[in-house]
């Protein structure tokens, strides 16, 4: 996975990434995320591209616990979220539907770096800057449930157990 960094701060809330005023648009997941992060940063929603990045700092995700807020950061084309640190849920809920999600010091990250990740490595590669940051990796049965695309698909595949 590779792409460019979009970067946020501290205290990046569920609220911030789908916002209440569009809760009426949980039902309707593609119009939600034509409004993803845009009380954060207006410009993401529009210049999102294809395996870019969102990157924040510590407690990247905190609030409610809805899932509609991993889950429209992944629809918007984002292929990761690296944060300083993540609200519990928050990364629980990107891990379930297939959003890497790593803890990493991110103060080496500048908005547009290119990055790429290794998740079975756990190195986050800047190569912009031409460094590798380093996260520890994560337990096997969430790479297998990342690599089967969410919780729901890696159930299917192991007929409801988690290996």
Avoid: Q
Avoid at 103 to 130: A, F, P, Q
């Amino acid at each position: 996975m590779s792409g460019r960094a979009w970067k946020f701060g501290d205290d990046i809330s569920t609220d911030l990434i789908a916002a209440g005023r569009y809760a009426y648009l949980r039902t309707n997941l593609p119009e939600l995320t034509k409004h993803v992060l845009e009380d954060a940063r207006d410009d993401f929603r529009t210049g999102v591209k294809p395996g870019d990045f969102v990157v924040g700092g510590r407690n990247f995700g905190l609030g409610s616990s809805r899932e509609h807020a991993p889950t429209i950061i992944k629809m918007a084309g984002t292929s990761c979220v690296a944060a300083k640190s993540f609200a519990r849920i928050f990364f629980r809920n990107c891990i379930n539907i297939g959003l890497p999600a790593v803890r990493v010091d991110t103060d080496k990250i500048d908005e547009g770096d290119l990055l790429e990740l290794d998740l079975n490595g756990g190195v986050l590669k800047n190569l912009t800057k031409g460094i590798d940051l380093k996260f520890p990796p994560m337990p096997k049965v969430m790479t297998d449930i990342l690599e089967a695309g969410g919780l729901v698909p890696y159930l299917k595949k192991n007929k409801g157990f988690i290996l």
